[in-house]
């Protein structure tokens, strides 16, 4: 379960940061895109425990979600051959509700929905209520983003200072960062600052 767009200050190398749950640094901004016309009601199935998909559930849950497609625009007739899978372990939701738990659980200082088609009144009230600022009926149109590009901009901080390092200096550098769980930039900082 992951958002479209995580967007931080600055430059950041690795967003990991395993004192948070979920174990990622808090983004500055989400962004979060929906194409569809019918997206606030279109239902997603989200695995409720930490072991990623197995093959068989990643096909099933795409057949199921095909089916479902050309079902509607086509009238098919076929369903697509079930795998069991322990519904236990799975978690429905709409689209909207799930806008929703992004902000919740990644708690950024922003978050934005940009729809292609329109979103109706009460689903655009119910996720401003949350703090999500909607971004409707965009279609194709770039003029209708020149205001999140230019609101994206209030997030840039110059990144001034940028060593390149390669070779066997980079991998002992990576190895020990990995080692004592610790940032190669602060590696790098505590060796000099000992000096």
């Known amino acids: 379960m992951r958002p479209d767009i995580l967007v931080y200050s600055g430059k950041i190398m690795n967003i990991l940061n395993e004192e948070n749950d979920p174990p990622i640094r808090r983004p500055d901004v989400i962004i979060e895109y929906k194409e569809l016309e019918n997206w606030h009601k279109r239902i997603r199935e989200l695995k409720r425990c930490d072991k990623p998909l197995s093959a068989e559930e990643w096909r099933w849950m795409s057949l199921q979600g095909l089916w479902r497609g050309l079902r509607k625009e086509l009238g098919a007739r076929i369903r697509p051959e079930e795998i069991q ?25 922003e978050m934005l929905l940009i729809t292609r088609c329109g979103t109706p009144e009460d689903v655009k009230r119910d996720l401003e209520l949350e703090g999500i600022r909607v971004i409707d009926n965009v279609q194709f149109d770039r003029a209708r983003l020149a ?14 200072d940028i060593i390149i390092l390669r070779g066997e200096l980079a991998r ?11 940032s ?3 590696l790098i900082w505590e060796a000099i600052t000992a000096l």
């Open 85 to 109: 899978v322990d519904q236990d372990e799975r978690m429905r939701l709409r689209e909207p509700e799930l806008v929703k738990m992004y902000m919740r659980l990644y708690r950024p200082k």
């Open 147 to 160: 205001n999140v590009s230019r609101n994206l901009l209030n997030y840039a901080e110059p990144v001034e």
């Open 172 to 182: 002992l550098i990576r190895a020990r960062s990995r080692l004592l769980r610790k």
């Open 184 to 186: 190669p930039e602060k």
